[in-house]
């Protein structure tokens, strides 16, 4: 996505005073996070470095009496912005601390959450802006090393997870039927049906349920050749898995877990090897750099 475009996206939701100055300050190249942080400033980070807005129209790198201050109210109005004035029927984003809006950006909720039923943010300490990007072609190695075949996809932060998703989206989708299980809206972007992101010409796009419920939903009612979802967690996600596996529908996923190593302990992992769905497993390193790839099969 082009910087304009991501500004573009972000400067809706954000005060006034703060619009003038961004509008006028050049931002980084990879730029991934804008954070905005209360009774402190608003940083961008890259892959490389975090700076702060400065009233210069400058990103500099020590906070300082020059740089821009977020108040409370700042983070109430965004936060309103982005519910468009209305919590009430966002009810499972707030509880969630997390929104998606234009182009798949996330926006993050930190500070204060009341527990029990109904339970939603109370005092916000930050609200970041993450961004989502596209890189076509990204995933090509992958895939032809691995087509065919159910695959995990495995890292840390920031490495990449879900634009080699949605690249394998659009390899896979402009050849096989697909579902995508796009949970929060944050792969496909989908805007009035359409979605913002080439994920394939034949994937069909499941937004809004769990990955576990979308998962079913799929198997049930559009008969995928693959599945696609980000960020397998729980129990809930493996055994929807083992379904659709056992459909004979091939799974491509994405798993929060940066080595191997780790990989071995992890309780998901672990179930998901018992059940030998997965025939490889993809390790990321910097932002979408491949760092192995282990055929799962021979080490059953």
Do not use: W
């Not at 234009?102 to 609200?127: D, M, Y």
Request: charged share 20%; glycine share 8%.
């Amino acid at each position: 996505m082009e910087l304009n475009k991501i500004a573009e996206n972000i400067l809706k939701y954000i005060p006034n005073r703060f619009r003038s100055i961004m509008c006028k300050t050049p931002l980084p190249e990879n730029l991934t996070e804008i954070r905005f942080y209360s009774n402190r400033g608003i940083a961008f980070f890259t892959d490389k470095l975090i700076g702060f807005l400065s009233d210069s129209c400058d990103i500099v790198k020590e906070f300082d009496s020059h740089c821009i201050k977020v108040t409370s109210d700042d983070c109430k109005f965004i936060l309103m912005s982005v519910c468009k004035n209305s919590v009430y029927s966002h009810q499972r984003e707030l509880n969630e601390g997390c929104f998606v809006i234009e182009n798949g950006i996330r926006v993050g909720l930190s500070g204060r959450f009341s527990e029990g039923q109904g339970q939603t943010i109370q005092e916000i300490s930050s609200i970041s802006f993450r961004i989502s990007r596209e890189k076509t072609g990204c995933a090509e190695q992958i895939y032809e090393s691995t087509k065919g075949n159910s695959l995990l996809i495995c890292g840390g932060v920031n490495t990449g997870k879900t634009t080699i998703l949605r690249d394998l989206s659009r390899l896979y989708g402009n050849h096989t039927k697909c579902t995508l299980i796009d949970e929060h809206n944050e792969i496909s972007a989908m805007n009035n049906g359409i979605p913002s992101f080439d994920i394939g010409l034949t994937t069909d796009i499941i937004n809004g349920k769990s990955r576990h419920n979308g998962i079913i939903a799929s198997i049930r009612t559009l008969s995928p050749e693959y599945i696609l979802c980000d960020e397998i967690a729980d129990s809930a996600d493996v055994n929807a898995i083992v379904s659709a596996s056992g459909s004979g529908v091939k799974i491509i996923a994405t798993m929060h877990c940066p080595s191997y190593q780790d990989f071995q302990q992890r309780p998901v992992a672990k179930q998901l090897m018992n059940y030998q769905i997965f025939s490889y497993a993809v390790f990321l390193k910097n932002m979408g750099q491949v760092d192995r790839i282990v055929d799962l099969r021979i080490h059953r």
